[in-house]
């Protein structure tokens, strides 16, 4: 089954904000979904309705053995989280050192999520190359990966195009053929937005380019603990086209017209409470 992989060469872009309203959509639409957070700011967990104060997760158990299955939680979203989980720095650095050996220790347990027919696994990595992405792009099928339309990430496009920025060889090579940009807080009529989206699009080829508008809308649901889908605007508007686009190119089918399993269909998704 799918596993799409968010990914960014640099921090501060919005890609968990993005990865946890796609999962969302994705949920709503019937599909299972698995959001794996790869992150140790271990901040996905706050976008899908997770209180503050719980800190557990799945990668800092991996030191003490945690399985997938005892750390999954399921959220108000419908989406089922495995949280990074709080670390403290020798940890951090225990963690890192025993993925760079056993990368297979998370590989294998992702494979296993994979197994299920019908699910979709939903990775929010760290910025940058990290062990823990490693041992799990061999298996996406699709990468987002997101940046600002800014000077700042135009700089990175280059970068982004020829897979170097997830490092050097065939693995990153190949993880290139799997990419597409995301865009995010697009000005479209900007004339810096408007040349970095037509870079972007000479820069990736055949490779498909998506664009999340600039929209005052988004903030506002974040600092309200709401996810941006559940709003009205351009922002929103274009986070769920990119969720359908991912949706199309994973064949997963169209969205239902009526709940499915207790959860909201896609067009519902918008009136939809996540407030905790």
Do not use: Y
């Not at 408007?194 to 699009?201: G, N, P, R, S």
């Not at 686009?245 to 959860?263: N, S, W």
């Amino acid at each position: 089954m799918p596993l799409i992989a968010f990914v960014s060469p640099k921090g501060g872009v919005g890609k968990t904000t993005l990865a946890a309203s796609v999962a969302a959509v994705l949920a709503a639409r019937g599909t299972e979904v698995i959001a794996l957070d790869l992150d140790p700011q271990n901040a996905l967990r706050l976008h899908l309705g997770v209180p503050i104060h719980e800190e557990a997760g799945f990668l800092a158990g991996l030191l003490d053995g945690m399985r997938w299955q005892d750390a999954l939680r399921q959220t108000r979203a419908g989406v089922g989280l495995l949280p990074h989980g709080h670390t403290e720095p020798k940890a951090s650095l225990d963690l890192t050192r025993l993925l760079l050996e056993r990368p297979d220790l998370l590989g294998q347990q992702v494979r296993e999520m994979l197994a299920a027919p019908g699910r979709v696994v939903i990775v929010d990595a760290a910025p940058g190359p990290s062990p823990a992405l490693s041992a799990v792009l061999p298996l996406a099928d699709v990468i987002c990966v997101v940046l600002l339309a800014d000077s700042g990430s135009a700089s990175l496009i280059p970068s982004v195009a020829s897979g170097r920025f997830l490092g050097r060889g065939t693995l990153a090579s190949r993880a290139a053929l799997k990419a597409m940009l995301v865009l995010n807080q697009v000005d479209l009529g900007a004339p810096l937005s408007d040349a970095v989206l037509e870079f972007a699009q000479q820069a990736m080829g055949d490779r498909p380019v998506s664009a999340v508008a600039r929209d005052p809308a988004v903030a506002e649901a974040l600092a309200d603990r709401r996810l941006p889908v559940e709003g009205v605007g351009p922002g929103s508007e274009d986070i769920a086209l990119l969720a359908e686009t991912l949706a199309k190119r994973l064949d997963l089918g169209a969205p239902p017209v009526e709940k499915d399993r207790g959860r909201p269909s896609f067009s519902a998704l918008a009136s939809w409470g996540l407030r905790r």
